[in-house]
């Protein structure tokens, strides 16, 4: 019997300081059976660093032909494409095609250190991507449960994701800045 995806509520405060952009966001997330609590966070994350009221979550690890998460025209063209973790170079190829921009987050150092260190050239000519590194100072998953109120704080490129009783600051590392 197929394990079924478990389901996330999130109600996330934003105040991005650097963007100007403060929100708060009711997300239903569908966490995968393969995905762990810490990738869980990270599109949370992610999510928080691209905020707006037109990008959503995707089938994410249920498919191939979606990232994690994307923003969307009203004429239905993909904007954004932000995938996590260290994608094949075919698949970013791919949302390169299809997307006016492409941000990559990479989240377990050692294993984004090899990955960068054997794709770098390659990955050079794709000039709508962006590639970033997520290094958290502390236990993210602390803050994973079913039902999450989360507060996500951004200002001059200190980024805290806590809730009452956890907080977690997560530094953003540029490999790859997405050119204009």
């Known amino acids: 019997?197929?394990?079924?995806?478990?389901?996330?509520?999130?109600e996330l405060q934003i105040a991005d300081m650097d963007r100007h952009y403060y929100a708060?966001?009711?997300?239903?997330?569908?966490?995968?059976?393969?995905?762990?609590s810490e990738r869980l966070l990270y599109r949370i994350a992610a999510f928080?660093?691209?905020?707006?009221?037109s990008l959503s979550f995707t089938k994410g690890i249920s498919s191939n032909d979606e990232p994690d998460l994307w923003r969307k025209s009203?004429?239905?063209?993909?904007?954004?494409?932000i995938d996590l973790g260290?994608?094949?170079?075919?698949?970013?190829?791919?949302?390169?095609?299809?997307?006016?921009?492409?941000?990559?987050?990479?989240?377990?150092?050692?294993?984004?250190?090899?990955?960068?260190?054997?794709?770098?050239?390659?990955?050079?000519?794709?000039?709508?991507?962006?590639?970033h590194l997520l290094r958290c100072d502390g236990d993210i998953t602390a803050l994973a449960r079913r039902n999450m109120q989360l507060q996500a704080n951004i200002?001059?490129?200190?980024?805290?994701l806590g809730d009452v009783e956890n907080s977690v600051d997560i530094r953003v590392e540029h490999l790859k800045v997405l050119e204009d």
């Open 24 to 36: 708060s966001h009711l997300l239903t997330i569908a966490r995968h059976p393969s995905e762990t």
């Open 1 to 10: 019997m197929a394990l079924k995806s478990s389901i996330h509520k999130v």
């Open 74 to 81: 009203l004429s239905d063209e993909i904007e954004l494409w």
């Open 155 to 160: 200002q001059d490129g200190v980024f805290s």
């Open 48 to 53: 928080a660093l691209h905020a707006s009221d």
């Open 86 to 131: 260290q994608p094949d170079e075919k698949r970013i190829r791919k949302a390169h095609g299809r997307a006016r921009q492409v941000v990559i987050y990479a989240y377990a150092p050692r294993a984004a250190a090899i990955w960068w260190q054997q794709n770098s050239t390659r990955l050079q000519r794709f000039e709508r991507l962006g590639i």
